[in-house]
């Protein structure tokens, strides 16, 4: 029988409506607070990105679900000789919106440390940092909509994601010449 983690180390993965995870967690908040159940719920997390991405020659940026159909919550719901904490059981599988425990069809699994270490060191390196939505291939024609290159036709020849860059031939006095530029600044060619 796998050791149970300590009340304030368990974690779990909750099902529920998609498209409604945040509703839920709102949810889940507002009635922890009203019935008094933080000293048993401690966190909620409905992991997001901020995607950057260029629409209609825009630059725009939408936060983007990490698990869609699913949210994080820390709570105290087995006890060290693995029994259901029952108030907390039935506080969440109640709740509406919610469609059941991830992993398991009778009982709630905790995560296991080593992934909700990577997990939360994930999240927080998104929360840092907005990630381009990248839509190009090495080779594929892209038109360069912004700065001293705009309504160029060009090429790409390298993307470097995690710059947020990319290097693009286009063809000025009858030569090709790499550019470099950011995400945003090209958009699909035809």
Sequence with gaps: MPTIPSAKNQWYVVHVLSNQ???VRNRILRQVEAEEMGDKIFEVLMPTEVISEVKKGKKTERKKKFYPGYILINMYLLTEDDQLVEDTWYFIKEMDGVIGFAGTKIRPIPMRQREVDAMLAQIKECEESVRPAVVFDVGDSVLVNDGPFQSQN????????ERGKIRVAVTIFGRSTPVELEFWQVEQGE
């Excluded at 060009?154 to 994601?161: H, L, P």
Aim: aromatic residues 0%; proline residues 0%; negative net charge.
């Design 154 to 161: 060009g090429i790409v020849e390298e993307i470097d994601v």
């Design 21 to 23: 995870e945040m509703r």
